[in-house]
């Protein structure tokens, strides 16, 4: 099964250790969204978006690559990490994927290292998240997703 992962990890690099720790083991491909505008993903069987959140949703460059290069059709899961988490984070993702007739397979989270506003006063919140356990958790996530 083809799979590419489109992740924004810009705040701590938090998401992208998930990522990488599935791209250590299995063959997928990324795409990092602030090196690329678009990409052609018609050619993927199973496509992943991975971000932080900021605002209570995944963050925007991502949310519009989504919006722009997801085809129609395709499976689809989540990964992200966050201060605190919520479900609904995920709902703006959830509309793109469904106006676009795609299947939700599943999604993973875990807390992340966060410094944003008044936590960086306090020198952040989440020290050393997401931890060897949140990753190890990622890639069981997607072993089963395949
Ligand atoms: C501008 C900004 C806004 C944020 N807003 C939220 C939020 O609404 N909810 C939350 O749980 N975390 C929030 N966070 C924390 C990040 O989602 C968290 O640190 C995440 O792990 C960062 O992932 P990254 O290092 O992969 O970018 C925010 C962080 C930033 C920088």
Known sequence: MKTAIVYESTHHQNTLKLVQAIREKFPVDTIDV???ESADLTGYDLIGFAAGIAYGKF???IEK???RCLPAGKRVFFLYTCGRDSQSYLSSMRETAARKDC???GAYSCRGFDTFGPFKLVGGINKGRPNEEDIAGAV???????
């Open 34 to 36: 602030t090196e690329t």
């Open 59 to 61: 963050y925007p460059a």
């Open 65 to 67: 690559f989504a919006a």
């Open 103 to 105: 299947q939700v397979l």
């Open 140 to 146: 069981r996530f997607f072993e089963k997703l395949r």
